[in-house]
T-cell receptor
Framework: NAGVTQTPKFQVLKTGQSMTLQCAQDMNHEYMSWYRQDPGMGLRLIHYSVGAGITDQGEVPNGYNVSRSTTEDFPLRLLSAAPSQTSVYFC?????????????FGAGSRLTVL | GQQVMQIPQYQHVQEGEDFTTYCNSSTTLSNIQWYKQRPGGHPVFLIQLVKSGEVKKQKRLTFQFGEAKKNSSLHITATQTTDVGTYFCAGQAGGTSYGKLTFGQGTILTVHP
């Protein structure tokens, strides 16, 4: 049982390049989400999905796209990378405990945009 | 939108001292969760609090949820070097089961041996 798997772990991009951060979970969780972590800012929600075919924006969605074609996969696409998108990205899937949305995080993807 | 403020941002303690981090929400929460992130790692779920005034303990860790369900605290008794990391609170607003979580900024705990 791998949990939440993110790839790549590290990536360096040039401004304007595009890329996709991959996220897969094998726990059959309905809810998946993407966060970015920046120093002093905590974890900020980028996009989330409550099931296959359903996605919605979080707190900081600009510059990112997502899709959810299967329960297992939730890729995050950077359309035209900017230095402001340098960050650590975490994918998470969720199960419910007494109505609470408890997150299981992947190991993270560290992205640097030059 | 919902905001969750967490203080302090940093805390340095000597091993054996106590540590507390506080979390305040701008809105009433349906539940609050706490996560720990070790240096270089990813956040890991510690506990959730659902009921007004709830207190839960995990060994040396004590978690409280305020009566108004807008604030929470995490207290660690007699810190150890293994407690080093960033502690996040995350508030979930009322409504759907898959309500969005809003994270606090985190408290970075350093424990000096």
């Amino acid at each position: 049982n791998a949990g939440v798997t993110q790839t790549p772990k590290f990536q360096v991009l040039k401004t304007g390049q595009s890329m996709t951060l991959q996220c897969a979970q094998d726990m059959n969780h309905e809810y998946m989400s993407w966060y970015r972590q920046d120093p002093g800012m905590g974890l900020r929600l980028i996009h989330y999905s409550v099931g296959a075919g359903i996605t919605d924006q979080g707190e900081v969605p600009n510059g990112y796209n997502v899709s959810r074609s299967t329960t297992e996969d939730f890729p995050l696409r950077l359309l035209s990378a900017a230095p402001s998108q340098t960050s650590v990205y975490f994918c998470a899937s969720s199960y419910q405990v007494s109505g609470a949305n408890v997150l299981t995080f992947g190991a993270g993807s560290r992205l640097t945009v030059l | 939108g919902q905001q969750v403020m967490q203080i302090p941002q940093y805390q340095h303690v000597q091993e054996g001292e106590d540590f507390t981090t506080y979390c305040n929400s701008s809105t009433t929460l349906s539940n609050i969760q706490w996560y720990k992130q070790r240096p270089g790692g990813h956040p890991v779920f510690l506990i959730q609090l659902v009921k007004s005034g709830e207190v839960k303990k995990q060994k040396r860790l004590t978690f409280q949820f305020g009566e108004a369900k807008k604030n929470s605290s995490l207290h660690i008794t007699a810190t150890q070097t293994t407690d080093v990391g960033t502690y996040f609170c995350a508030g979930q607003a009322g409504g759907t089961s898959y309500g969005k979580l809003t994270f606090g900024q985190g408290t970075i705990l350093t424990v000096h041996p």
